[in-house]
């Protein structure tokens, strides 16, 4: 007989831990890995799987499955709806779906880049993991587990999306049992989408009918789905949990009704090594498109980053490959194109618009050459730069570089510069003692940013692309790739574009924490206030604060988005805005104090019968008898709110001293 572990149905939460699950502890994928590839295509499906494990599922043990692209297993037929029914089905619909929508991987090649992949298996490592998951969920001290089925949707689009706008999502299935007791693992990773554009999403993948996440029987009555399904929040999904570890899920299913875990305390669990029972990692970032700044300027009053290279103020380290693998040619070349970027920067340790820069050589083990003071001036660094030789020793070691970089970098932090690594290489070795992987995403975390170029005549594409890798997400490039300088100045002011502590900075996506930024960050408070005083908070906040803008409909998107993802206000999601209406007109707020801007009325995003001064001058957006969010007169002093502060980010046209910002 059965037994229930546990009956509890526990709430999903969000969680205020880091979010989303590395990609690194998603069960090991891929070819390497034993999978098989999905074919590419719309509304695809595997052929039938055979199991060689029963896997009880609603009280019933299945003996095969279907795998769908549309981000569902099935077990009495494959499934080729894209749009989620949101209500329970009884076409042979029985279904485990982490993320049922319209998946289209027709445009993909099937490889670690991008696919659908799935194996069964009892590797015991595979077992382990799977063991730890339920373990830790359910609060128990040891389970047999015997079988898993892995199926993994990695960097997969949506219906009718252009695959190289990079609007991707990644996450993980897993069925696991010991023969009695069944459970499902649902892992996410990054979600920047929720619905296919012939389920009414717009171009961004989003509105419409959003994604489903849960299970069905299949029997027109019996399902479990997780309360954000079907509606715009699950775009959160990767932030929210039934363990308390965002983007973690984890279910018993083998009984007629679906159970969660008991709502407990847990420890902290240690963190998953690396890697995994020798398995190959898959990429540390996701692709991301090749530009390091947004493809258009912001729209509106909205700015991009300040990009004036000789005011520039970083902290970088040049990596360079000096072994005989690059070449006495080779590194004349990365000579040359240094010299080229830091020509037209400005080298001082005086704090101001200036940068430092070290350099470092490696082949087999590195060598420090100059630290990070070394040079006040261009032609100082110039002469040091080409005076240094070719080693004799064809060994490349990028570990010894990197670990020599983050100790130059870790030994001189001040706080009001970022830090870049600028990486140059002729080949790449990850095997053993000597991979860079780990060092490489330690640094990422400590927001140390790597660029890469790598020399691609000498290496392989395979190689190119794990030098890639190491790199901050859209930050690698190859020597010859056209316009290199002009990439590498903008990852160095993307990187030199930042907000104070805990403010937002406005992006292209708000759910990619790698996006590419404009030159504004917001910080929505914490505490209500009238319109008037919340005008001054935002002042005395930051210098130059104000109360935001929202010029166009992406800016409101974005406010709304970031109002909702950070307001524990019991899904009220109210806030004041920088309109108001003084001498005849609506106008803006702006940076400083600097003179408001009249309201541009080709974009208004009033609530029906506003505006209407007679209420108030000052502005809010809000919700009307269950209208969408929108702008609402309001009382300047009376009115208690949530407010969004907007400042320009620091950048090289907007220089912040230390404990300034």
């Known amino acids: 007989m059965k037994t229930l572990l546990f009956c509890f149905l526990a709430a999903v939460l969000f969680v205020?831990?880091?979010?989303i699950v590395d990609i690194r502890s998603f069960f090991p994928f891929g070819v390497a890995n034993g999978d098989q590839y999905l074919a590419a295509g719309d509304d695809t499906y595997s052929a039938e799987?055979?199991?060689?494990?029963?896997?009880?599922?609603?009280?019933?043990?299945?003996?095969?499955?279907?795998?769908?692209?549309?981000?569902?297993?099935?077990?009495?037929?494959?499934i080729t709806t894209y749009t989620p029914t949101c209500q329970p089905v009884s076409r042979n619909f029985r279904?485990?779906?982490?993320?049922?929508?319209?998946?289209d991987t027709k445009y993909e090649t099937p490889s670690p880049a991008s696919a659908v992949s799935f194996r069964e298996s009892t590797n015991p490592s595979d077992l382990q993991q799977a063991e730890r998951e339920v373990m830790y969920a359910f609060n128990l001290t040891s389970i047999d587990l015997t079988w898993t089925y892995i199926v993994t949707w990695y960097n997969?689009?949506?219906?009718?999306?252009?695959?190289?706008?990079?609007?991707?999502?990644?996450?993980?299935?897993?069925?696991?049992?010991n023969g009695d007791n069944s459970f499902v693992i649902f892992l996410y990773n990054k979600i920047q989408w929720t619905t296919g554009t012939a389920s009414n999403g717009d171009a961004n993948g989003l509105g419409g009918t959003p994604a489903q996440v849960g299970f069905d029987a299949g029997d027109g009555e019996n399902r479990y789905m997780l309360n954000v399904s079907c509606t715009n929040d699950v775009l959160y999904v990767n932030n929210m949990s039934n363990i308390g570890v965002p983007g973690e899920f984890v279910f018993q299913v083998d009984s007629d009704v679906i159970h969660t875990p008991p709502p407990i305390t847990r420890p902290t669990r240690p963190t998953l090594p690396p890697t995994i029972a020798g398995s190959t990692l898959p990429p540390l970032s996701p692709?991301?498109?090749p530009s390091t700044t947004p493809s258009t300027p912001p729209?509106?009053?909205?700015?991009?980053?300040?990009?004036?290279?000789?005011?520039?103020?970083?902290?970088?380290?040049?990596?360079?490959?000096?072994?005989?693998?690059m070449g006495q040619t080779g590194f004349a070349q990365i000579q040359a194109n240094l010299a080229s970027i830091v020509g037209q920067l400005t080298l001082s340790s005086v704090p101001g618009y200036s940068s430092r820069i070290a350099l470092v050589t490696f082949a087999s083990a590195a060598t420090k050459v100059a630290d990070l003071n070394a040079f006040n001036d261009t032609n100082m660094f110039m002469k040091k730069l080409f005076a240094i030789p070719v080693a004799n020793d064809d060994k490349v070691n990028i570990l010894s570089g990197l670990q020599m970089a983050n100790i130059i970098l870790g030994n001189n932090v001040v706080a009001n510069r970022r830090r870049v690594v600028i990486l140059y290489t002729s080949a790449y070795d990850d095997t053993g003692s000597e991979s860079p992987v780990s060092l490489a995403l330690n640094m990422r975390e400590d927001n140390i940013k790597i660029i890469t170029i790598a020399f691609s005549q000498k290496m392989g594409s395979d190689e190119v692309n794990k030098v890639g890798e190491l790199a901050w997400p859209s930050f690698d490039f190859v020597n010859e790739e056209p316009g290199l300088p002009d990439k590498m100045y903008n990852a160095?002011?993307?990187?030199?574009?930042?907000?104070?502590?805990?403010?937002?900075?406005?992006?292209?996506?708000?759910?990619?924490?790698?996006?590419?930024?404009?030159?504004?960050?917001?910080?929505?408070?914490?505490?209500?206030?009238?319109?008037i005083p919340a005008s001054?908070?935002?002042?005395?906040?930051?210098?130059?604060?104000?109360?935001?803008?929202?010029?166009?409909?992406?800016?409101?998107?974005?406010?709304?988005?970031?109002?909702?993802?950070?307001?524990?206000?019991?899904?009220?999601?109210?806030?004041?805005?920088?309109l108001q209406y003084q001498n005849g007109q609506y106008s803006w707020q702006q940076f400083n104090g600097s003179n408001p801007v009249p309201l541009d009325n080709s974009y208004t995003y009033w609530n029906a019968g506003y505006p209407n001064q007679n209420i108030g001058e000052c502005v809010k957006v809000d919700r009307i008898f269950g209208s969408s969010y929108r702008w609402t007169n309001v009382n300047c002093y009376s009115s208690f709110l949530n407010y969004i502060c907007e400042v320009y980010t620091c950048d090289t046209d907007n220089y912040c001293p230390p404990n300034k910002r």
């Not at 205020?16 to 979010?19: I, M, Q």
């Not at 279904?95 to 998946?103: C, E, G, L, Q």
């Not at 509106?300 to 520039?312: A, E, H, Q, S, V």
Request: hydrophobic fraction near 35%.
């Open 156 to 177: 997969v689009t949506f219906y009718n999306d252009d695959p190289s706008r990079n609007i991707r999502n990644s996450f993980q299935a897993i069925l696991t049992t």
């Open 49 to 78: 799987q055979p199991l060689t494990v029963p896997f009880n599922f609603f009280n019933f043990p299945h003996t095969s499955l279907w795998v769908n692209v549309n981000g569902a297993i099935s077990f009495l037929s494959p």
């Open 95 to 103: 279904m485990v779906s982490p993320f049922w929508a319209d998946v």
């Open 16 to 19: 205020g831990a880091k979010a």
């Open 287 to 289: 692709t991301m498109p």
């Open 536 to 578: 001054f908070a935002c002042g005395n906040e930051v210098p130059g604060a104000y109360l935001t803008t929202e010029s166009t409909s992406e800016k409101h998107n974005f406010n709304f988005a970031y109002a909702k993802k950070s307001n524990n206000s019991n899904g009220v999601y109210s806030y004041h805005i920088g």
């Open 492 to 531: 160095l002011c993307q990187t030199n574009c930042f907000c104070p502590p805990n403010w937002q900075q406005y992006t292209t996506n708000i759910t990619d924490q790698y996006a590419p930024g404009y030159g504004v960050c917001l910080y929505l408070s914490s505490i209500t206030s009238a319109w």
């Open 299 to 325: 729209k509106g009053l909205d700015r991009n980053c300040g990009c004036t290279r000789n005011k520039i103020w970083l902290d970088i380290v040049a990596v360079m490959d000096n072994s005989l693998s």
